[in-house]
Structure formats: structure tokens, C-alpha cells
């Protein structure tokens, strides 16, 4: 089974930026969809972002015109470039391979 594992995360001050990676062990064409969920404390999980094989992007409305998802097929690997950071970005964020494959997560704190 593929493997995946998140990177990138960290403490940033509101208005910035990170890139989240999520490596694959094997190829990510061994999923049809990628995709970003993350999870707040006391919250759940929640959609974020995906990315299909062909490239088809989708996002939730709290991180669409902010956020971006690629993939470099070549290196295994999706990305989440999160600009304008927000508080309520807070989570833990987890890259997930569909069908059924997620990452152990990587935390993002916003500060205000």
C-alpha cells in the first residue's frame, strides 16, 4: 500500500504563508483523487482541497482564491500553497489518497 507523509507545517503570523507537501511512497497515480482535509481541536475533519489525476482542481469556499493544490507526478508528490493565512486556518492537515490512504498529518498555527 502507498504510503503518504505530510511535511511544511508550522507557526506563521496571520497574513502569511506556508507549502505543505505530501510525499508519496509510490505513485500517485495509484489514487484517482488527491486531496487536503484538515482538522481544528474539538472541530471535524474538514474538506479543504483536491486534485485529480488529470489535474482538475477543486476548493472549499473558506480557502478558495488563498490556497492551492498541485502535484508534481515526476517527484510523487501534492502540494498545498496556503497564502493570507488566518486564525482560523489553525488545524492539523491531512493529505489523503482516494481510495483510502492518509497521511499522519502536520500541524499549521496561525497567530493573530
Known amino acids: 500500500q502507498v504510503q503518504l507523509v505530510e511535511s511544511g507545517g508550522g507557526l506563521v503570523q496571520a497574513g502569511g504563508s506556508l507549502r505543505l507537501s505530501c510525499a508519496a511512497s509510490?505513485?500517485?497515480?495509484?489514487?484517482?483523487?488527491m486531496a487536503w482535509y484538515r482538522q481544528a481541536p474539538g472541530k471535524l475533519r474538514e474538506y479543504v482541497a483536491t486534485?485529480?489525476?488529470?489535474?482538475?482542481?477543486n476548493y472549499a469556499d473558506s480557502v478558495r482564491g488563498r490556497f492551492t493544490i498541485s502535484r508534481d507526478n515526476a517527484k510523487n508528490t501534492v502540494y498545498l500553497q496556503m497564502n493570507s493565512l488566518k486564525p482560523e486556518d489553525t488545524a492539523v492537515y491531512y493529505c489523503?489518497?482516494?481510495?483510502?490512504?492518509w497521511g499522519q498529518g502536520t500541524q499549521v498555527t496561525v497567530s493573530s
Open positions: 489523503y489518497g482516494s481510495p483510502g490512504s
Open positions: 509510490g505513485s500517485i497515480f495509484s489514487f484517482d483523487v
Open positions: 486534485i485529480t489525476s488529470d489535474g482538475r482542481v
